[in-house]
């Protein structure tokens, strides 16, 4: 199973907000994106899987604005 990430948004607070490509080598329909959350050191470091929907359901907030630049330059502007 191979895993790529790349960091969405950092908060002042040290908190990550990562976008996880979760694919499996074995079958090119198991691929999964996923957000993962990794809170700071002094509350837990706990991590979350968040799913995509969920995620940008979830508020707009600078780790949400932050996903959608992303998605964002996948588009090419019409000429």
Avoid: C, K
């Avoid at 990794?38 to 899987?49: D, K, T």
């Amino acid at each position: 199973m191979a895993t790529g990430s790349r960091e969405l948004y950092r908060s002042s607070n040290g908190d990550r907000w990562l976008l996880v490509r979760d694919a499996d080598a074995d079958r090119a329909d198991a691929d999964r994106l996923f957000v993962r959350h990794e809170a700071n050191a002094a509350s837990g470091g706990h991590r979350a899987e968040i799913g995509i929907a969920a995620f940008l359901a979830g508020g707009l907030g600078p780790e949400q604005q932050a996903l959608l630049r992303l998605i964002g330059t996948l588009v090419e502007p019409d000429d």
